[in-house]
């Protein structure tokens, strides 16, 4: 059985030589992140050439996914390095200060003091340390100790509840859009956005630097949560960036979010990736606990369509060990139905051709014993449509473009193949695209199988026919 859930790996010191890579890629990474937060131009144009050179020897498509880093809300720099912070401490925040030391520290993020009032909770260093405001004076922000721990440079800062204003685009991310049109990435990820607006703009600066990524959503502020419709339909795809988001809302709060977030993007007809510290254990350990185990294998059974690794590919001892592990969890969550097909199909609103086609698609899957369905396709959209309820037969996603192939990684339950047809007659793709499944052996002879195609072949446009197959008759 075909793994339907993607794995997405971030690559980093521990994922950087061409002889890992090769590994990850045969263990199971469907996609590549690459984290803008670090790194250089040429580390990851490196990245992407090694990345794409790789798959193709091995004949695997790989996508790329670009992740912006967003506003910077972190503290500065210590004197030494570090200070213990106790319960009950005055500490302050100083928009000015250089560096930082026992009693105050500078600030990345300058216009914090106008962000805050006497009585908010700022969680440092992902909800390690609670600081409650007392005041606000000019530059500076005095807090009392709530929860102590060790602070150390660039930690970050968010407010409980949300309501800092930074930007979701910085100067910086302007730059990395630029790269990332570039290097031709197949979906740029938007940290912080707050609302469809933010997502637009976006895509406005991309499409202005000839990018034709996929944009994502990483769902991380409060206000996102809000806004959370209106983000999804700005967006090709969205991230629940747990770590964050946890911290902003509550980590409790979190699991039902998660649930909430993946239903809706599939509802949408749009991608979603889980992510933040999934096996975190694997960082140092070349196995996941049994909690991390349940994590994962609950967000295949919502239905997300992938899951990501972040510390434990880029800079942990495992890199290898996490995506297999990743990759038999994912496959035996799958073996279970946790939602009827019938009942999700019919929730698709029939709102054009390719997605009457795709609904029809879903039906006769569930009602006949159909092996594989090949969507002759040029952008992906019917393969995405059909992926959006789960019918456990895998979809193959046939095109001669090269950006779709990479796209449909994501897609879960979908399967990209280099589909160059060379006739314009109906009959003659059918028996191509029917020998090519065979020869992979995707389906075997007497095996029914559906195919959806636009007729007539050769003209623009979308979807607009269903065939029910048995294969080897047309070859007959």
Not at 60 to 74: A, E, F, N, S, Y
Not at 127 to 153: A, D, M, P
């Amino acid at each position: 059985m075909l793994r339907r859930t993607k794995i997405v790996a971030t690559l980093g010191p521990s994922s950087t030589s061409p002889e890992v890579l090769e590994r990850m890629i045969l263990a199971g990474m469907d996609m590549a992140r690459l984290n803008f937060s670090h790194g250089t131009e040429d580390d990851h144009r490196s990245r992407v050439e090694t990345i794409r050179t790789l798959a193709k020897k091995l004949g695997r498509t790989v996508g790329i996914l670009g992740d912006l880093q967003g506003p910077k809300i972190r503290v500065g720099k210590f004197q030494e390095g570090k200070i213990l912070l106790k319960a009950g401490d005055t500490f302050i925040l100083d928009a000015q200060c250089p560096l930082g030391n026992q009693d105050r520290v500078g600030l990345d993020y300058k216009e914090l003091p106008h962000d805050v009032q006497s009585g908010d909770a700022l969680l440092l260093d992902d909800g390690k340390i609670e600081l409650e405001v007392l005041k606000v004076f000019g530059n500076e922000v005095h807090t009392r100790v709530i929860q102590g721990g060790i602070l150390s440079n660039n930690k970050g800062i968010n407010r409980r509840g949300g309501g800092l204003t930074a930007p979701a685009l910085t100067d910086k991310d302007r730059e990395d859009i630029i790269l990332a049109a570039k290097l031709k990435v197949d979906y740029l990820a938007v940290s912080f956005p707050r609302s469809g607006a933010d997502m637009n703009q976006a895509r406005a600066l991309l499409v202005a630097a000839g990018g034709t990524a996929q944009l994502q959503a990483k769902i991380e502020r409060a206000e996102a949560i809000d806004a959370l419709e209106d983000i999804i339909a700005a967006s090709d795809s969205i991230m629940v960036a747990r770590g964050d988001l946890a911290v902003e809302v509550g980590d409790a709060a979190v699991p039902a979010l998660q649930k909430r977030m993946i239903r809706l993007a599939r509802q949408m007809n749009k991608t979603v990736i889980t992510a933040t510290q999934m096996m975190e254990s694997m960082i140092s350990s070349p196995v996941p606990t049994r909690a991390e185990v349940s994590d994962v294998a609950n967000a295949v059974l919502d239905g997300t369509d992938a899951v990501m690794l972040s510390a434990e590919s880029a800079a942990g001892q495992f890199p290898v060990e996490s995506i297999a592990a990743m990759a038999r969890i994912c496959a035996e969550a799958e073996k279970q139905e946790s939602q009827p097909i019938v009942e999700r199909q019919t929730r698709m609103p029939v709102d054009r051709i390719e997605t009457a086609v795709a609904r029809a698609v879903i039906h006769t899957s569930h009602h006949l014993p159909v092996k594989a369905v090949a969507a002759l396709t040029q952008s992906g959209t019917t393969a995405l449509l059909i992926s959006r309820a789960d019918t456990h037969v895998p979809i193959y996603a046939m095109t001669p473009t090269p950006e779709t192939q990479q796209r449909v990684t994501l897609y879960r339950g979908v399967y990209p193949v280099a589909f160059h047809h060379t006739h314009l007659e109906p009959e003659a793709v059918i028996i191509e695209a029917e020998a090519l499944l065979l020869k992979q052996g995707a389906v075997k002879p007497g095996d029914l199988m559906l195919l959806t195609m636009g007729e007539p072949i050769g003209k623009a446009g979308g979807t607009n026919t269903l065939k029910i197959l048995r294969v080897g008759e047309h070859s007959a």
